[in-house]
Structures are given as structure tokens and as C-alpha cells.
């Protein structure tokens, strides 16, 4: 960066913010609409000027007025039935359906062929010249080809084109015929012969569908009756073997039978499931029939029992006894106590050997009694199985033999009555075909349902072009302003402070001015107004004095946050206070590349890993801050190592040192580092770009901090015109070519950089 000196004995002019209420933004009125419009009337000129240049000459060139020529056929949507006397909508269910499905039978080619041959010999210049509506020219230009067209592709391109119209008139019962021309007789002979051309199809195709239907019925009605003679010698042929059709009776009995059977069955078969069920279980026990616990009860009973266990159990009895007595009245070390006690232990060790011993002989006796009862039973268990399957075996080959007979009576009595219900079908649908042959007979003798209701009629005459052109005017205007509209609504860029006010409704508590405008010679001292401005509007706002630990961030990137960030912190520090700048991007630090600081210390995290501050620190002389710089190298454990709660502990500890703290910190949407770093701060302040920052971004960047609680303070704009800054007239005042004069003293010290875009 390239230092400039401070200007002495200059008197800045400066303009402080207002700090009243700041306005919200307003809802777009009609006059805001309007003034969008008029600063972009080039826009609404030139569409305007494009569209009625090309429109307006090709309508009255082209668009010619004419006339419409109608015809109309009646279908009536009710017949009287002269079977019933009653009317009815005969064949037709639905009779828009049934009219529309009229109007393209109209279009079919074999009426369109009739048309032709009629109009043949008539020498018509419809069939010769280029037609008069403008789509249909433009149509038949694309598809012009070099051979010319019949009079069939003729017809059918009007009727695509729209010049030959066919459709049912709502509400009504015509179908109309409609025709628009120059030549209206001519347009009168083609409509009628539509008309004729179509009843005589009609008359026709009604005639020949319905000896074909009376053709299709006849031989409907022999089929079926064939059918009926064929379903009859199939049911007495199902019925002989067992002399009458109605086997119900017979197989009830059957089922009654092999009821019977099935519940026997099901006992044995239970029986014979609970016998290899018990012959398994014994399988399987072996040997252990009883269980453990009664096994252990007999032979702790049998051993009890002995005569001479009974008497040594009496004896220890006694001598424990007589030992207790002892204990009592003799002294431990007395030698007939001793005896007494190794008396008792002779006499129990006696008693274990005799339990064991009769024990032992106990389970010698109750194995063999077990081995011998699990074999009875064994051979019982699997002599009643053998008898259980001989009886279900047989119970099953019977079974068999009535399942087999009830099957082939249900089989044959199925058969016959889906024959008794195929031919009961036949027979409906046989009387239905005779009735219908007879309806046939009598409704060629009823009144036609397709009549004329009239011939070609001219109709009013049709010119469109003074509508067409209005329409065309106006469109022209309102796809301009629409258009100009788009445009100014697109650009989102705030550019002046108005612009942020208005927009986004937040104090503007300064402007730098951009580098590119103000002459060199007078950089320094608009810098060092802007600044000064600043700092007053930021003392006005705190009553007084400037809040003392500050974050300084923006809404996106490149918005000039780090270099505001140095040049407030220098000026501060040339009013006498004591400032720390602190380098809180640890995703991509600058501030020490700005000042040219050695990248030997990390800063900021030595502070917030609880290293001394002092070690941590650098003063900057040319300046007059101190400046805690970062590294990268905790870039992905930013988020992390700033929200841990010592942070905030060791931030407030170094402040204690200094009168001002200023933050730089990342912008608000890019991380939410800065989110953290301001609830650490006492106020923030959100720098903007001018020509780069969005309304949409500052105002997304205002509603983040705002919505934690914290207290924002302002934007300051930077790379503002010169006519738009807080401090341009203090431009004007330093102009040698506006205010003659000594030229300015330049100070040894040194002060701010020209704002960068960071």
C-alpha cells in the first residue's frame, strides 16, 4: 500500500447523517412506476417504433375485408319412436358429441370429392386465384409447390386455413356451413354444394347401414338358433346315465356318506398322531422316565430310612448337644472338649459314608426297575400304532372310492347346468335379435333425423385492419413500458446513499469516495474528510462517543471491509485513542499483507489458544495501532475455534488495553463467522460497494445481524461519485482552481491508503 500524509491546517467540510428514524421502504406506487418508465423512455420508443414499423403496413397490406356466406343442416336432437309413440334421443347419447362427429363426417374426403365434381364445370376463381385471408396466404407460401393443387386439396386447405368452416352451432340444432370470400355468389355455390353433397352421403350411408344391420341380425337370428338345438342334445345326452338332469338329491346322499367317513377317519388318524407322538417321547427319554426332582425325593427318603443312619443321626444329635454343654462350662484349651469335638466329626464323617453307601445301592435298584418299565411300554405304544394304520389305511382306500363318485356326480351336474345357463343366454339374446329385426323394419318408414334448414346466405361484411392496428399500437406501448420496466426492476445495484435509504432503509453513516475520480493531488484530503465524517456521524449516533469494540463486515466479497477497517482504525488513533485491529477472517486473512506485517506470528490464534497477548500483538508506527494479525491455517476450524466461549473471554481481556477494538471479519453471507464475531462486539458496522452491492444482499446482510440481536449501526459506501459522497464540497475547498492560495503543508506523519476494493 502507498502511505499518504496527512494535511494540517485544512478545514475540512463535512455533512454528519441524519439519525432520525430511518424511513422504511415504501410499496411501488403508481408514480414510482411511471418515473421507472420515463428513465428508460428510449426502451418504450424504439419497441414501439419496431412493432407499428413492421405491423401497421403488413396488416393493410395484407388483411382485406370479406364476406361470410352460411348454410345451415337441422339434426334433430329428439325422434318420435312410431313403435312406442314415445320420443326418445334414439342412437345418439350424447348430442354435442354426435354433432361434432356430423361436422367432421362433412370433411371426409368422399364429400369433399362429391364437392369438387359438382363445382367442376363451374369455372369458380376460388379453385384459380390465391386466397384472400392473410394466415391462409401465408400458410400456402410455406407450402407452395410447383405443381398446381386439385380441387379437393383445395377444399381441404380452406377448411385447415379457417376460409371453409364446419362446426354445430351451440344451442341450436344446425350444423352451419360457413364460407368468408371476396366473391359472395361464388362462396354461395360452394356452400351449397357442402349441403348437397353431404345429404346425399347421409341419405345414403343410412340406407346402406341399415340393410346391413337387418342383413347382420338375419343371420344372428340362425346362428342362435342353432346354438339353442346344440345346447339342448348336450344336456339330455349328460342326463342318461343317470335318468333325469337333476342330480342334486344324489349327491347330498353321497356327501352325507363321505361325512361320515371323513369324522371316523379323523378320529383314527388322531388316535394314530397321539401314539407316534408318545412312542417318540419314550424314544427319546430312554431310560429317564421319572423326573429329577421325584427321583431325588425317593432316594433322599430311602436313605433316611435305614435303621443305622437313623441311630448315627440320633448320636451326632446327642453329641453336638453334649458339645454345646461343654463349650459353655470348660475352657477352649481343655482336652475333653477336643475329644468331645473330634468325637462329633468321627460320627458325621461315619453318617456321609453310610448315606453314600446306601445311596449308591439305591440307584443301582432304580435303574433297572426304570430300564425294564420304559421297554413295557415301549412295545405297548408300538403295537396299538400298527392297528391305528391298518384302520386308517383301510378308512382312506373307502374314502377314496366315495370321493371319486361324489366328484363325477358334481362334475356332471356343473356341466349340465352351465349348458342350462348358456342356453338360457342364447335364448335371451335370440329373442333380443328378433325383437330388433322388427325395430329395424319399422324405423325405415320413420321421418329423417338429417334435414336442411337453409341454404348459402350472404352474411355482414367483415374489415379488421382499423382494429387490428389499434390493437397493435397499444400492444406496442405496453410491451415497451413492460419492457423498460424489466430493466429497472434488474438492476438491483445500490449507487448512492438515496439509493440505500430508499431501498433498504438503513443509516448511512458515511462514503468513501472512489479513487478513480478525485485528482491525486487532492486523494489525501477527501480521504481524510470522508473518514473524519465518519467518525462524527458514529459519535453523533452513540451520544457522544464510538462504541468500543466494532465489527466491521459486508455482505458478499470485495466490498472494501478490510480497507475501511485499516483507514478507521488509523483515524481513530490520530485523534489520541489507543486502537487494536483485529484480523478476524481466519478463512482468508489480509490485514497483515496490507500492512506489510511478517507472517511469523499466527496473532490471533496464539491469543485464543491462551498465549500471551503481548507476544501476539504488533504495533504498526506509521499508523499508530496495534494489530493482532491471522493465518489460514485454521481455515476449516474457523467456525469452531471462533464460537468456543473463551473467545469472547480473551477478546474482552485484550480490549481492557485499549480504548477501541475494531473487528475485520468475513463477509455476513458468505460465513457465519461473522455472526459470532458480532455478538462478541458491542455494535457493527456493514460496508457496501457502490455499483457492486445488491439492495437484495445489504438487506439480507442487515436482516442476519438483526435477527441475533445485534445492533447495527450503519453502512458505509464506498467507491461513491464524488457529487453523491458526505463530504464533496470538502473536495471543492482543496481545488486550486476553486480556491486560490498558499499551497497546503504536508505533515511528516503519515496516514491512509486509497480505498481498494478488498
Known amino acids: ?109 368422399n364429400v369433399l370429392q362429391r364437392v369438387a365434381d359438382d363445382l367442376a364445370d363451374r369455372n369458380l376463381s376460388f379453385f384459380e386465384d390465391e386466397p384472400t385471408d392473410l394466415m391462409t396466404k401465408l400458410k400456402q407460401r410455406l407450402q407452395a409447390t410447383k405443381t398446381k393443387p386439385d380441387a379437393v386439396t383445395k377444399l381441404k386447405r380452406a377448411l385447415s386455413s379457417g376460409v371453409i368452416r364446419v362446426a354445430p352451432d351451440r344451442r341450436t340444432e344446425l350444423m352451419k356451413i360457413s364460407m368468408k370470400s371476396r366473391k359472395p355468389d361464388e362462396a354461395k355455390l360452394i356452400v351449397d354444394a ?24 338375419e343371420d344372428e337370428q340362425k346362428a342362435r338358433a342353432e346354438k339353442l338345438k346344440d345346447w339342448n342334445q348336450k344336456i339330455r345326452d349328460l342326463g342318461q346315465e343317470f335318468g333325469t338332469t337333476d342330480l342334486v338329491s344324489r349327491q347330498d346322499m353321497r356327501l352325507r356318506r363321505v361325512m361320515t367317513l371323513l369324522s371316523e377317519l379323523t378320529k383314527i388318524e388322531a388316535r394314530r398322531i397321539n401314539l407316534e407322538a408318545r412312542l417318540q417321547f419314550l424314544e427319546q427319554a430312554k431310560e429317564q422316565t421319572i423326573a429329577p426332582e421325584e427321583l431325588l425325593t425317593m432316594r433322599s427318603q430311602y436313605v433316611n430310612s435305614d435303621p443305622m443312619v437313623q441311630e448315627l443321626t440320633r448320636s451326632i444329635v446327642q453329641l453336638e ?34 448315606r453314600q453307601e446306601i445311596g449308591n445301592r439305591f440307584d443301582e435298584t432304580a435303574n433297572d426297575q426304570i430300564k425294564k418299565a420304559h421297554m413295557e411300554s415301549m412295545l405297548n405304544a408300538q403295537t396299538e ?67 336442411v334448414a337453409y341454404h348459402g346466405d350472404v352474411g355482414a361484411l367483415q374489415d ?41 432503509g438503513i443509516r448511512i453513516l458515511g462514503t468513501t469516495a472512489s479513487t478513480h475520480i478525485v485528482k491525486p493531488s487532492l486523494l489525501p484530503a477527501q480521504i481524510i474528510g470522508d473518514y473524519q465524517t465518519i467518525r462524527a456521524n458514529l459519535g453523533l449516533l452513540n451520544h457522544g462517543g464510538m462504541p468500543k469494540k466494532l465489527v466491521v463486515t ?35 486473512p489480509d490485514v497483515g499483507r496490507f500492512l506489510n506485517i511478517p507472517s511469523d506470528s499466527r496473532g490471533l490464534q496464539d491469543v485464543l489458544f491462551g498465549r500471551p497477548v503481548k507476544k501476539a500483538v504488533r504495533s504498526v508506527a506509521s499508523r499508530g495501532i496495534d494489530v493482532l494479525t491471522a493465518d489460514s491455517r485454521n481455515a476449516l476450524d474457523a467456525y469452531e475455534l471462533i464460537a468456543s466461549p473463551l473467545t469472547a473471554e480473551h477478546i474482552n481481556v485484550v480490549s481492557q488495553n485499549y480504548d477501541h477494538v475494531i473487528i475485520d471479519t468475513p463477509p455476513v453471507l458468505a460465513f457465519p463467522d461473522a455472526l459470532l464475531w458480532a455478538k462478541i462486539a458491542d455494535a457493527v458496522i456493514l460496508t457496501s460497494f457502490a455499483g457492486q452491492t445488491t439492495s437484495m444482499e445489504l438487506m439480507e446482510a442487515k ?33 486550486p482552481k476553486h480556491r486560490p492560495g498558499k499551497k497546503a503543508k504536508r505533515a511528516g506523519a503519515k496516514l491512509l491508503t486509497p480505498l481498494i476494493p478488498i
Open 1 to 109: 500500500m502507498n502511505d499518504l500524509e496527512k494535511y494540517h491546517d485544512q478545514i475540512i467540510e463535512q455533512r454528519p447523517a441524519s439519525f432520525e428514524a430511518v424511513p422504511e421502504a415504501e410499496s411501488e406506487t403508481t408514480a414510482n412506476l411511471l418515473a421507472a418508465v420515463l428513465r428508460r423512455w428510449y426502451i418504450v420508443l424504439l419497441v414501439f417504433i419496431a412493432m407499428c414499423g413492421i405491423g401497421i403496413p403488413t396488416i393493410w397490406l395484407l388483411v382485406e375485408p370479406s364476406y361470410t356466406v352460411t348454410g345451415a343442416i337441422q339434426v334433430a336432437p329428439i325422434l318420435r319412436n312410431i313403435i312406442t309413440g314415445k320420443t326418445d334421443m334414439g342412437q345418439i347419447s350424447n348430442y354435442q358429441i354426435f354433432m361434432q362427429t356430423q361436422a367432421d363426417l362433412v370433411k371426409k374426403s
Open 194 to 217: 357442402f349441403i348437397n353433397a353431404y345429404m346425399a352421403v347421409e341419405v345414403s350411408e343410412s340406407a346402406k347401414d341399415r340393410d346391413q344391420n337387418l342383413r347382420l341380425l
Open 321 to 354: 448337644r453334649d458339645l454345646l454343654v461343654a463349650k459353655q462350662t470348660l475352657k477352649p484349651a481343655n482336652p475333653a472338649l477336643q475329644q468331645k469335638q473330634e468325637l462329633l466329626n468321627a460320627f458325621q464323617s461315619r453318617v456321609e459314608e453310610k
Open 385 to 451: 400304532l400298527e392297528q391305528a394304520k391298518v384302520h386308517e389305511k383301510y378308512l382312506n382306500d373307502v374314502l377314496a372310492k366315495e370321493d371319486t363318485q361324489v366328484i363325477e356326480i358334481g362334475r356332471t351336474h356343473l356341466d349340465i347346468q352351465n349348458l342350462e345357463f348358456q342356453r338360457e343366454l342364447d335364448q335371451q339374446y335370440y329373442d333380443q335379435v328378433c325383437r330388433r329385426i322388427e325395430d329395424v323394419k319399422l324405423e325405415g318408414k320413420a321421418p329423417a333425423r338429417v334435414t
Open 464 to 504: 379488421k385492419r382499423i382494429k387490428y392496428t389499434t390493437a397493435l399500437m397499444f400492444g406496442a406501448v405496453a410491451c415497451g413500458m413492460i419492457l423498460a420496466l424489466l430493466r429497472d426492476k434488474a438492476d438491483l445495484s445500490v449507487r448512492t446513499p438515496e439509493d440505500v435509504a430508499k431501498r433498504i
Open 554 to 588: 459486508s455482505p458478499a466479497m470485495r466490498e472494501g471491509k478490510t480497507t475501511f477497517s485499516i483507514n478507521l482504525a488509523t483515524s481513530i488513533s490520530k485523534s489520541g485513542k489507543k486502537v487494536l485491529l483485529i484480523d478476524g477472517d481466519l478463512r482468508k
Open 703 to 735: 436482516q442476519r445481524l438483526t435477527q441475533i440481536d445485534i445492533t447495527v449501526l450503519g453502512t458505509v459506501l464506498n467507491n461513491v461519485r464524488v457529487d453523491h459522497s458526505y463530504h464533496r464540497y470538502g473536495h471543492d475547498y482543496y481545488d
